[in-house]
């Protein structure tokens, strides 16, 4: 049974950083991969970072100098680092798993950056 929980949501001035978790139910490395999405009002859901289950790690352009994905096995949780957040970050920030072809995907976190 797969449940993802993300949290570390909220409001944040511009520059700043933030952490974004995701708490998985179930042993991440069972995950083929997983990545953190976001969205914005009008827009499509797009692939912020992902990681594989043997730790490869890939970036959007646009925020790869920015942002970290990571992943901690022994509490089931994916973290996104957000460094020099920017207006333009604001989004409802979402974690998913993949298992082959079945994708898992947690309820997002609202992410504000503004002064």
């Known amino acids: 049974q797969v449940q993802l929980v993300e949290s570390g949501g909220g409001l944040v001035q511009p520059g700043m950083s933030q952490l974004l978790s995701c708490a998985s139910s179930?042993?991440?490395?069972?995950?083929?991969?997983m990545a953190w999405y976001r969205q914005a009002p009008g827009k499509q859901r797009d692939l912020v970072a992902q990681i594989t289950v043997g730790g490869t790690t890939s970036y959007a352009d646009y925020m790869k100098d920015r942002f970290t994905i990571s992943r901690d096995g022994t509490t089931k949780t994916l973290y996104l680092q957000m460094n020099d957040l920017k207006p333009e970050d604001t989004d409802v920030y979402y974690c998913k798993a993949k298992i082959l072809s079945d994708n898992y995907w947690g309820q997002g976190t609202q992410v504000t950056v503004s002064s």
């Open positions: 179930v042993n991440i490395f069972e995950f083929n991969s």
